[in-house]
C-alpha cells in the first residue's frame, strides 16, 4: 500500500507561482521583453542547413548513417565554434559566482524521480534497461483486457514492479539538471551554505518522441545535443529573487552574442510538471523567419527538494522553525543550449558573399572571426 500511495504521489504536479498567467497554449504565453534589433538583408538569407552544408560545418547524413536522424557531426570549423560557445558560457558563469561540475552522464531511477523526469518525462529518456519495456508491455496487455478482480490486481502488482525497476534503471541524461540536482539528495545543508551554485556542460540525450515536420530540420531538434547549464539550491525565502538573477544571468549571454531575443512568461498550460515558475528565451532566426526557444529558466519551489530530500536545518536563534529541517528551494536554466544558438549565429551572421561573421565574443575561443 506504502509503495501504491507513493507512486500516485510522484504523478501530482507542482502548483503555479500566484504570478504566473493562466493559460491552455503556447499561444497564451506572455512576451515580457524583447531585445535587439532583427537583422536585415538584401538578400534571401538561408537557413543554418544549408549555410552549414556550404562550409562543411555539419553532417547530418553521415550521423544518420552512424546512429540516427537528429545525432550530426559536427566538423572544422563547426566543431571548433561548439567548443568556443561551451567555453564561453562556463567562463560566464564562473565568473557569475558559480562552481563549476562535471556530473555523470548516466544517473540512476532514483535521480530521474529526484528532479520530476520520471514520472512524467520517463518515455522521452534513453534507459538502459530494457526488462521495463517487456514489463510494461505486459502491463499495458493485462490492463485492456482486465474485467475481473484478480486481473486488475495482477496488472497494479506489475505497475508497482515497473516503479520498483524504474528506479533500478539506468538512463541517459535529458539535461545536466538531474546529476546536478541531485548531488545533494538525501542531504541536510547548514542554512550558512545557501545559496549554493554549480555550472554544468554536458552532452543531452533525449528521444523527442512524435517530432516531425518543419520545425525539426537541421539543428532545430536532435537526440543528442550540448548544453551548459545553471543550478541553484536557495533559501526558500529567496527564491524569486535567485529566479531573477538566474534569467539575468542568461540574458546576459545572449545579450553578449548580439542574438535578438525575447523573453516569455509560460501560462499554466505550457509550464510543465516540475515547475511553478518559468520564463523562456527565444532567439530570432533570420534564415527561417521565426523564433527558437534556447533557455528555459525554472522555480521548483520545494517540488524536487522534497522527491529528492533536500534539506537544511535552519540556525538555532530561528524562532520560526526552531532548528527543524526544512526543504530548499531549487532552480535551474539552460546557459544556453548550443544548438539554436548556433543556428542562430549561423543565419544572422551570414553576409551576401557566404561568409558568416561571429560575435567579437567568441574570436579569442574561436581562433578567427567568420566562417567562409
Not at 24 to 30: A, G, L, R
Not at 83 to 91: N, T, V
Request: proline share 6%.
Amino acid at each position: 500500500q506504502e509503495a501504491a500511495f507513493d507512486r500516485v504521489m510522484l504523478e501530482i504536479p507542482n502548483v503555479p507561482h500566484e504570478s504566473v498567467p493562466v493559460g491552455h497554449s503556447p499561444e497564451e504565453n506572455q512576451v515580457a521583453f524583447e531585445w535587439g534589433e532583427k537583422p536585415s538583408f538584401d538578400f534571401e538569407p538561408k537557413p543554418h542547413w544549408e549555410l552549414a552544408e556550404h562550409h562543411g560545418l555539419l553532417d547530418f547524413e553521415r550521423g544518420a548513417k552512424v546512429t540516427g536522424a537528429g545525432f550530426p557531426f559536427y566538423i572544422g570549423q563547426g566543431a571548433r565554434l561548439q567548443r568556443a560557445l561551451i567555453q564561453f558560457f562556463l567562463d560566464q558563469a564562473g565568473e557569475a559566482g558559480y562552481t563549476e561540475m562535471q556530473p555523470p552522464l548516466i544517473v540512476n531511477g532514483a535521480s530521474g524521480v529526484g528532479t520530476g523526469q520520471i514520472p512524467d518525462k520517463e518515455g522521452q529518456m534513453y534507459g538502459t534497461d530494457l526488462n521495463l519495456d517487456a514489463i510494461g508491455q505486459q502491463f499495458e496487455a493485462i490492463l485492456s483486457s482486465a474485467q475481473d478482480p484478480g486481473t486488475l490486481e495482477l496488472a497494479n502488482r506489475l505497475k508497482e514492479q515497473i516503479f520498483e525497476e524504474t528506479r533500478n534503471a539506468l538512463y541517459l541524461i535529458p539535461t545536466a539538471e538531474v546529476p546536478v540536482t541531485n548531488f545533494l539528495r538525501d542531504e541536510i545543508l547548514a542554512e550558512d551554505r545557501l545559496p549554493i551554485q554549480y555550472a554544468a556542460y554536458t552532452p543531452c540525450f533525449r528521444r523527442e518522441a512524435g517530432s516531425y515536420g518543419k520545425d525539426v530540420r537541421g539543428l532545430n531538434r536532435l537526440h543528442q545535443f550540448d548544453k551548459v547549464e545553471l543550478v541553484r539550491f536557495v533559501h526558500p525565502d529567496d527564491s524569486y529573487t535567485h529566479l531573477e538573477a538566474l534569467r539575468e544571468d542568461a540574458e546576459r549571454l545572449v545579450q553578449a552574442l548580439g542574438l535578438p531575443y525575447r523573453r516569455l512568461l509560460m501560462c499554466t498550460g505550457d509550464m510543465g510538471f516540475t515547475q511553478a515558475k518559468k520564463y523562456d528565451l527565444e532567439v530570432w532566426s533570420a534564415g527561417q523567419n521565426r523564433w527558437l526557444e534556447v533557455s528555459s529558466i525554472s522555480n521548483f519551489e520545494a517540488f524536487q527538494a522534497r522527491r529528492a530530500a533536500i534539506r537544511f536545518r535552519p540556525d538555532a536563534s530561528d524562532s520560526k522553525h526552531g532548528g527543524k529541517p526544512q526543504y530548499v528551494h531549487t532552480l535551474n536554466g539552460s546557459a544556453l543550449a548550443l544548438p539554436r544558438i548556433v543556428a542562430a549565429l549561423l543565419e544572422n551572421g551570414q553576409q551576401a558573399d557566404g561568409s558568416i561573421v561571429l560575435p567579437e565574443v567568441l574570436h579569442r575561443y574561436t581562433g578567427f572571426t567568420r566562417i567562409g
